[in-house]
């Protein structure tokens, strides 16, 4: 069976930075496309980063430049460093495993880890 679960959430100011990580079980990372969405209570859950099985990362412009997305194939392991937070990047945060193309169909989601910017 497979599991997700993150870590790594929590308060900080604006202009702070949070890494985030999210540990698979029953899964192997290399293999497929992973990423991270966020959710705020009476939204849709948006798209934060992917990861792609070559490595290659994609973003959500609002998060460019300041958020990096990377795993450890070795631990079984996804992180999302964010830097730079604004409190609109408060939100529960996500860990998803992608049936095959990024960003195509979600197959497994983590609990979430809630993240607090304030300003």
């Known amino acids: 069976q497979v599991q997700l679960v993150e870590s790594g959430g929590g308060s900080v100011q604006s202009g702070g930075s949070l890494r985030l990580s999210c540990a698979a079980y029953g899964y192997t990372y290399s293999s497929y496309c992973m990423g991270w969405f966020r959710q705020t209570p009476g939204k849709e859950r948006e798209g934060v980063a992917a990861?792609?099985?070559?490595?290659?990362?994609s973003y959500a412009d609002s998060v460019k430049g300041r958020f990096t997305i990377s795993q450890d194939n070795a631990k079984n392991t996804l992180y999302l460093r964010m830097n730079s937070l604004k409190p609109e990047d408060t939100a529960m945060y996500y860990c998803a495993a992608f049936a095959d193309l990024c960003w195509r169909r979600v197959t497994t989601w983590g609990q979430g880890t809630q993240v607090t910017v304030s300003s």
């Open positions: 990861i792609d099985s070559d490595g290659s990362p």
